[in-house]
């Protein structure tokens, strides 16, 4: 069985950083497509990046292009989420999402003002 493994969320202040990760088990589990997607409370969940397995094509909502960073370890099946110059409307749990079917537990980012 599949599983995703997130962590790295927390309570920041605003204009701080947070990295979020996501391991694949078994490492062996063949990662095509891996992102990240955000739910605040309220709201629809919504794409925030995403990264191909290949050639590393990279995606970002216009929302944080500039400020986030995603990134793969391809021989440890992990992706992370680097998030700089955080605010508050990035408050949401975030969820690791492996091939558009897989999610994660989600992990709570909460930006205080």
């Known amino acids: 069985q599949v599983q995703l493994v997130e962590s790295g969320g927390g309570l920041v202040q605003t204009g701080g950083s947070l990295r979020l990760s996501c391991a694949v088990s078994?490492?062996?589990?063949?990662?095509?497509?891996m992102g990240w997607f955000r739910q605040a409370p309220g709201k629809e969940r919504e794409f925030v990046a995403s990264?191909?397995?290949?050639?590393?094509?990279?995606r970002y909502a216009d929302s944080v292009k500039g400020r986030f960073t995603i990134s793969r370890d391809n021989a440890k099946n992990t992706v992370s989420l680097q998030m700089n110059s955080l605010k508050p409307e990035d408050t949401a749990v975030y969820y690791c999402?492996?091939?558009?079917?897989?999610w994660g537990q989600g992990t709570q980012v909460t930006v205080s003002s």
């Open positions: 078994p490492r062996t589990f063949s990662s095509v497509f």
């Open positions: 999402n492996v091939n558009t079917i897989l």
């Open positions: 990264i191909t397995w290949n050639v590393g094509s990279t």
